[in-house]
């Protein structure tokens, strides 16, 4: 691999570091090395999200969530052989002193390509008026404005679709006529049953209207976030766990670009970090959600999504997180990140 120095790192750095770095390559894999780049692990975004579910921080060192003891080649030939005869990401090369020399990734194309059938519907929330996309949306549903040479919802379907997931639910209310007249004329003759909203109710309340219509688990979604994780990863840890609902949170690492002071009592100084690196989880707006759900969503009760996952949480039922990269979410909701995300899929 040309430039396979761009996917070795310090075995020093912590997670939230690690996870720039992953972010930054298109392997999904950093291997952590010492001075000399002597190998001392590997470790990948499926590592940190294990690690951080079991109680890890994203200040911990990342070699507590790497794997010590990775695969590896003494040539390129034998890499080949290891990366063909198992499911590798990449098989990193050593020499005698263990220092790597190369790394082997196989046919990435034929990689990204290759998907699991999952086959379970997906509901899209499309009916709200998206006014911070104004004033696009004086003239088209949000769920219409283009990135690139298809509509927002349609490059969200595509994603789905790439997964035998083809029975589509899509609730509508702000200009729906324009939103099936797009698909009636579609070439791709999507399977859609369409929603209609009588009155606003909110990103969850429009479920109801689905009532009788799902027996199995789905995928539900609103229609301003693209998401290019692994949803077979998704909806193992989902049936896994028992969760009656999941929320896909993505990691924001953010630096804040002033000196942050802390104080305490009489502005006694407790703490100073100067440019710190904050990270949280945010939600993407994309779940995944048992359908008695549903039956606890009143009718024509206007409720948004995490008020329902809320009063799920109290119920008792068991609702939980998993985990992306911040690199894997692309959100649409506002001016700046839709040409972000046009960038991302399309270049200038």
């Given at each position: 691999m040309d430039d396979f120095r761009r996917f070795l790192t310090n075995e020093e750095l912590s997670i939230s570091e690690a996870m720039q770095h992953i972010n930054e390559n298109a392997l999904g894999i950093l291997f952590l090395t010492d001075s000399n780049c002597k190998l001392k692990g590997c470790i990948t975004d499926g590592d940190i999200r294990r690690?951080?579910?079991?109680?890890?921080?994203?200040?911990?060192?990342?070699?507590?969530?790497?794997?010590?003891?990775?695969?590896?080649?003494?040539?390129?030939?034998?890499?080949?052989?290891?990366?063909?005869?198992?499911?590798?990401?990449?098989?990193?090369?050593?020499?005698?002193?263990?220092?790597?020399?190369?790394?082997?990734?196989?046919?990435?194309?034929l990689q990204n390509r290759?998907?699991?059938?999952?086959?379970?519907?997906v509901v899209i929330n499309a009916g709200g008026k998206g006014t911070r996309l104004d004033p696009f949306?004086?003239?088209?549903?949000?769920?219409?404005?283009?990135?690139?040479?298809?509509?927002?919802?349609?490059?969200?379907?595509?994603?789905?679709?790439s997964y035998n997931c083809n029975e589509f639910h899509i609730i509508v209310n702000y200009k729906k006529e324009l939103m099936k007249a797009y698909f009636s004329d579609n070439e791709a003759n999507y399977n859609?049953?369409?929603?209609?909203?009588?009155?606003?109710?909110?990103?969850?309340?429009?479920?109801?209207?689905?009532?009788?219509?799902?027996?199995?688990?789905?995928?539900?979604?609103?229609?301003?976030?693209?998401?290019?994780?692994?949803?077979?990863?998704?909806?193992?840890?989902?049936?896994e766990n028992g969760n009656v609902i999941t929320m896909i949170c993505a990691y924001k690492n953010i630096n804040i670009p002033y000196g942050v002071v802390e104080i305490g009592e009489n502005g006694v100084i407790t703490d100073?970090?100067?440019?710190?690196?904050?990270?949280?989880?945010?939600?993407?707006?994309?779940?995944?959600?048992?359908?008695?759900?549903?039956?606890?969503?009143?009718?024509?009760?206007a409720i948004g999504f995490p008020d329902i996952i809320e009063r799920e949480r109290q119920k008792g039922k068991k609702v939980a997180v998993f985990p992306v990269s911040e690199n894997d979410w692309m959100d649409m909701g506002q001016l700046p990140e839709l040409e972000k995300m046009r960038k991302k899929l399309f270049g200038e």
């Open positions: 690690f951080l579910l079991a109680g890890g921080k994203m200040s911990d060192a990342a070699y507590n969530a790497a794997e010590h003891n990775p695969r590896y080649a003494k040539s390129i030939e034998e890499a080949k052989v290891l990366y063909h005869k198992k499911n590798y990401i990449v098989i990193p090369v050593l020499d005698n002193e263990g220092i790597v020399t190369n790394l082997y990734c196989g046919d990435l194309s290759i998907r699991k059938n999952l086959d379970i519907p949306t004086r003239v088209l549903p949000k769920p219409l404005i283009p990135v690139g040479d298809l509509p927002i919802i349609e490059l969200i379907m595509q994603e789905y679709y859609i049953t369409w929603y209609d909203e009588e009155k606003p109710l909110g990103t969850g309340g429009g479920l109801s209207l689905l009532r009788g219509k799902l027996d199995s688990t789905f995928f539900f979604a609103n229609c301003d976030a693209l998401l290019t994780a692994n949803y077979e990863s998704m909806l193992k840890f989902h049936r100073m970090k100067e440019k710190p690196l904050m990270s949280f989880l945010t939600n993407t707006g994309i779940y995944i959600v048992e359908p008695e759900v549903i039956d606890d969503i009143d009718d024509d009760e």
